[in-house]
């Protein structure tokens, strides 16, 4: 009997033990972690973003189920941004920042995670490959060459460009229509 | 419907797990000398790659999701695995002594199996449903033992043709792998 | 505490060419140079903390039950590393994370675990460790400089080839992965093969 | 914090639990004497004895269907320990080594320039083979191949180096050699003439410094009688044999020789 009652003891001491050293490992990273996560966030809102004076994630609002970040100078709002992500991508889901100023044009445009091929799709988050985004103003504009849209994509990688073009112009789209009144669209 | 039929297909062929995903290497190369062990192998692999879906998927869903113990994932993940393949070893030295003896080492490096460790957390990251979580399984696990046959087959012809001495046995594996993994490339864009 | 256990691991008892252990990860990860560097320093941490923790425990842990407890060690020490690096080093592991759940399921660790640390002292052990880490760590940057300079015509990210050489993307993709790894196997046994006086 | 704990806590036990049960249900009792056995021999499944590897060797001297000392390869300790685990006293072990019954290799001229598989049947089937002595070594290596415990490895002279240590007696190299050059020799068996060539002294000469060329010197010099001489090659007969060595000083090309003990 006591070789069985070995095993169930052996087990169950070696996964509590793991389990103690997990939980007091995660409590006391979990701080840093999110502080490590959100100045991570807030250097690529920064990125993104037009000038600001304010704490953008801190001035976030939900509409339609996206959180949108509002950048203010001296109160009056000088740009939005957004997290948008696309299905279409090689590897899987990729997730990009993207940042529109007053005007309604891209700001800038900050690929936050994705899973492409490393060495092939990955230059998605490339500054090259972002700058040719900004100043854009024409959600329907945005797409690969392949697409009819003016954002050429890499050789032997079309997946991934277009996953991000589809993402930025919705996101796009999506500020336009909710913050851009009538007239200066 | 044919969203599952999709997503089996794209796990057997597209994204196979082996040939594209490099999951399940080692016991891959190990066992895939003679296509009984290859078969004996996948059907060990399968079964563990079922059970463990599901028990895993259970424990996200009922216990690691509400509690938020989403670091907890990759401990519990391996915890249920091994106990699964730690099983599976038993029964199979009791019922089929032979597949045992022949499998040898190979048993127990299943546990560290990138195949089903993988799936089970492809299957949580992904969101899938109980039903899609199935389906991928069972299409993985068809996936990794079409590969395996495949290639004991492929091994056991090269065993017979005089290969130059320092590309004798795993370097000339490697790269019959890698020409089966090209052809399993021209499935890819068959799902999207 | 035999040197040899140090020294097995790089050259006599090299983990991928001589075990042919942990080939998922160094099929995947090395298609950039720096890639194969931070996973082979990475799973050497691992690879080491493992090896102790296993030597220490292996006295209590009964036969039948050996490989739940071993691994789950292994999975809590990555999972460890992984929270401290998340927490302090933020940079490093952006660059990482995706690689260190990759060595929980990487064959070396439970394989050196179970055939090497659960028999020998602490010491020896984690100089084990240290030897099949090194080891894998250098063969696994030697295949990610090969299949970056033909893949994609740099190595460690700065672009080394002429300008007229098209890099060849199969390379990178998971069948160059295969064949390159075949290749080097097939030389590093014609290098050792020449070193031991060019056996019949 | 306390959440942690409970889950891995629970989820341990589960596990626990179910390996327990099943170390219980699914225990297969082995026979102890089976894994005694089996650590006494090689391990090397050459199938010498007859059965498929040592696994079922083992299992059939414990169901007693074969006598202790059947493996070749086992060595009088082994076999000793063997029969200390069956409780029956130890028989004198068969233990066997493979000799290869040639002096010639790098001595022996070449007929042509060999360019191809490195076989010995191929090299000794092509044009009556690649030496002039068409009974002696090619020194292809197919030996080497085959042992199992790699007893065998070619040596500079260009014949097989068989180790007495490892080699285990399991004959896959007789059945391997084309032209039968190896035989299996017991522990007694000291004195062996090195050569398998039937041609006439003068031809043998021609092709061979260490070839025997039937003269009868040492025919006459053994004080057992125990050598003869037949078409040209002289044997030693291994039970009158009382390995003196006077033949191996007198034989004028050196061909007969002491083997190798362990």
């Known amino acids: 009997m006591n070789k069985q009652l070995k095993i169930i003891l052996a087990v169950t001491a070696v996964s509590a033990i793991c389990g103690l050293i997990l939980g007091a490992a995660y409590n006391q990273t979990r701080e840093a972690i999110a502080e490590a996560e959100r100045a991570d966030f807030l250097a690529g809102l920064s990125e993104v973003l037009p000038p600001y004076d304010n704490d953008p994630d801190k001035d976030a609002r939900e509409i339609k189920g996206t959180t949108v970040y509002e950048a203010k100078i001296k109160g009056k709002p000088s740009g939005y941004a957004a997290v948008f992500s696309s299905g279409k991508g090689y590897g899987g889901h990729i997730y990009v920042l993207v940042g529109m100023d007053a005007e309604g044009k891209v700001s800038g445009v900050a690929v936050l995670k994705h899973k492409e091929t490393p060495g092939l799709g990955d230059k998605i988050s490339g500054k090259d490959f972002l700058g040719v985004f900004k100043g854009l103003s024409e959600p329907g504009l945005i797409a690969v060459k392949k697409d009819g849209g003016i954002i050429d994509q890499f050789s032997g990688a079309t997946m991934s460009p277009r996953a991000v073009a589809d993402a930025v112009s919705r996101a796009l789209e999506f500020m336009r229509d909710n913050f851009i009144s009538e007239e200066k669209r | ?192 | 505490m035999r040197l040899s256990s140090l020294t097995d691991g790089i050259f006599k008892n090299n983990a991928i060419f001589k075990q042919m252990l942990g080939m998922c990860p160094t099929l995947a990860v090395t298609t950039s140079a720096s890639n194969g560097v931070a996973m082979g320093l990475a799973t050497t941490a691992v690879l080491m903390g493992s090896n102790f923790a296993v030597s220490l425990f292996s006295g209590f842990i009964p036969k039948n039950a050996r490989i739940p407890c071993y691994i789950v060690i292994i999975a809590c020490f990555v999972t460890v590393v992984d929270l401290y690096m998340n927490a302090y080093f933020h940079a490093l592991h952006k660059a990482l994370g995706l690689f260190i759940p990759l060595i929980v399921v990487n064959c070396i660790v439970l394989g050196r675990a179970e055939a090497f640390a659960s028999r020998s002292p602490v010491a020896d052990s984690v100089l084990d460790g240290l030897g099949t880490g090194i080891g894998f760590t250098i063969a696994l940057t030697a295949l990610a400089v090969c299949r970056e300079l033909v893949g994609a015509g740099t190595v460690f990210g700065y672009a080394v080839a002429p300008s007229f050489y098209v890099p060849v993307i199969l390379a990178v993709l998971p069948p160059g992965a295969f064949v390159f790894l075949g290749f080097m196997m097939a030389f590093t046994r014609f290098m050792s093969s020449k070193i031991k006086g060019g056996g019949h | 914090m306390l959440a942690p704990v409970i889950v891995m806590l629970s989820v341990g036990f589960a596990a626990g639990v179910c390996l327990a049960a099943a170390s219980r249900f699914f225990n297969v009792e082995r026979d102890w004497r089976l894994d005694a056995i089996a650590s006494c021999l090689s391990g090397a499944n050459c199938g010498a004895c007859g059965y498929p590897g040592c696994a079922s060797f083992a299992a059939a001297v414990v169901k007693g269907e074969v006598p202790v000392n059947a493996c070749p390869g086992a060595n009088a300790a082994a076999v000793e320990k063997m029969a200390a685990v069956m409780g029956t006293e130890a028989p004198a072990p068969a233990e066997k080594r493979a000799v290869v019954l040639c002096g010639g290799g790098r001595k022996a001229s070449d007929r042509y320039e060999y360019r191809g598989p490195k076989d010995c049947a191929a090299m000794s089937a092509l044009m009556g083979g690649v030496k002039n002595c068409s009974f002696g070594c090619v020194g292809g290596g197919s030996c080497a191949l085959v042992c199992p415990t790699g007893a065998i490895n070619m040596s500079e002279s260009g014949l097989p180096d068989i180790s007495a240590e490892l080699c285990i007696g399991c004959g896959l190299c007789v059945s391997e050699c084309p032209r039968c050059l190896i035989t299996l020799k017991g522990a007694d068996e000291r004195v062996s003439v090195l050569c398998s060539s039937r041609d006439k002294g003068p031809e043998t000469r021609k092709y061979c410094s260490s070839g025997c060329i039937g003269c009868g010197i040492c025919v006459k010099v053994c004080p057992e009688g125990a050598i003869a001489v037949d078409d040209f090659l002289a044997s030693i007969d291994s039970s009158l044999c009382t390995s003196c060595g006077k033949c191996v000083e007198k034989c004028p090309v050196s061909a007969i020789s002491f083997l190798k003990i362990r």
């Open chain 2, 1 to 192: 419907m044919s969203g599952l039929m999709l997503l089996f297909v794209g796990a057997a062929l597209v994204n196979n797990v082996v040939l594209s995903r490099f999951l399940g290497i080692c016991p891959f190369m190990g066992v895939s000398k003679s296509s009984e062990t290859a078969l004996g192998m996948s059907a060990a692999v399968a079964f563990v790659m079922m059970i463990s879906s599901v028990v895993t998927w259970i424990i996200e869903y009922a216990v690691l999701r509400p509690w938020e113990l989403g670091y907890l994932q990759t401990v519990v993940f391996v915890l249920v695995i091994a106990a699964l393949v730690q099983l599976v070893e038993m029964v199979m030295e009791k019922t089929t002594p032979e597949l045992h003896a022949s499998l040898g080492i190979f048993l127990p490096l299943i546990t560290t199996n990138c195949a089903i460790l993988g799936v089970a957390l492809i299957n949580v990251q992904s969101d899938y449903s109980f039903i899609e979580m199935i389906v991928f399984s069972l299409g993985t696990a068809a996936g990794f033992g079409l590969a395996l046959v495949l290639f004991s087959g492929l091994r056991e012809r090269i065993s017979f043709s005089s290969v130059p001495e320092i590309f004798r046995d795993a370097p000339i594996a490697f790269i019959t792998a890698g020409i089966l993994a090209l052809a399993f490339m021209g499935f890819s864009g068959l799902v999207r």
